[in-house]
């Protein structure tokens, strides 16, 4: 049996063993790294999720979740302050698309997309990003899923 090259893009390639670096290296289909997380769901399911999650931190401007889907969380809502920043038509009606319509302050009757608009956005006029602080808490006691609280700072 002739000798494998040399793989230098697997960490165990080259190791002593049964199983061939070839072999090992091409066991399974080989890709690029995913950009986001799968969050366990479909793809209808996570921007559900992510919309529902997003409307909440707009609302409350702190939520208790899970790291994973706060990590995500994080993405999504820095683009959505920096639409509310731009703060033209356009901008207003990509967050609209994205947003659910819920009402944020039952007094004034501001829905959740005012009050990124008129509220949130201006208080980061002068900040380029970092607009959400991640606090761990500590384990899930049903299952032991890492859990945090995802803050607007």
Same mark, same amino acid.
Request: proline share 3%; charged share 30%.
């Given at each position: 049996?002739?000798?494998? +090259?040399?793989?230098? %893009? !697997?960490?165990?390639?080259?190791?002593?063993?049964?199983?061939?670096?070839?072999?090992? !290296?091409?066991?399974?289909?080989? =890709? !690029?790294?995913?950009? #986001?997380?799968?969050?366990?769901?479909?793809?209808? /399911?996570? &921007?559900?999720?992510?919309?529902?999650?997003?409307?909440?931190?707009?609302?409350?401007?702190?939520?208790?979740?899970?790291?994973?889907?706060?990590?995500?969380?994080?993405?999504?809502?820095? &683009?959505?302050?920096?639409?509310? &920043?731009?703060?033209?038509? !356009?901008?207003?009606? /990509?967050?609209? +698309?994205?947003?659910?319509?819920?009402?944020?302050?039952?007094?004034?009757? /501001?829905? +959740?997309? /005012?009050?990124?608009?008129?509220?949130?956005?201006?208080? #980061? *006029?002068?900040? *380029? =990003?970092? #607009?959400?602080?991640?606090?761990?808490?500590?384990?899930?006691? %049903?299952?032991?899923?890492?859990?945090?609280?995802?803050?607007?700072?």
């Amino acid at each position: 049996m002739a000798k494998a +090259a040399p793989c230098f %893009g !697997h960490i165990f390639c080259g190791a002593a063993g049964a199983i061939s670096s070839k072999e090992l !290296h091409h066991s399974k289909r080989e =890709g !690029h790294l995913m950009s #986001y997380r799968k969050l366990g769901r479909t793809t209808s /399911q996570r &921007k559900a999720l992510l919309r529902d999650l997003t409307t909440d931190l707009i609302i409350n401007e702190r939520i208790e979740t899970t790291e994973a889907r706060a990590k995500e969380l994080r993405s999504v809502m820095e &683009k959505m302050i920096t639409l509310g &920043k731009r703060g033209d038509l !356009h901008a207003r009606r /990509q967050a609209a +698309a994205f947003i659910r319509k819920e009402v944020a302050n039952s007094e004034t009757g /501001q829905d +959740a997309l /005012q009050k990124l608009f008129s509220d949130i956005a201006p208080r #980061y *006029q002068d900040r *380029q =990003g970092g #607009y959400t602080r991640i606090l761990k808490l500590g384990p899930r006691r %049903g299952d032991g899923a890492p859990m945090v609280i995802i803050e607007l700072v």
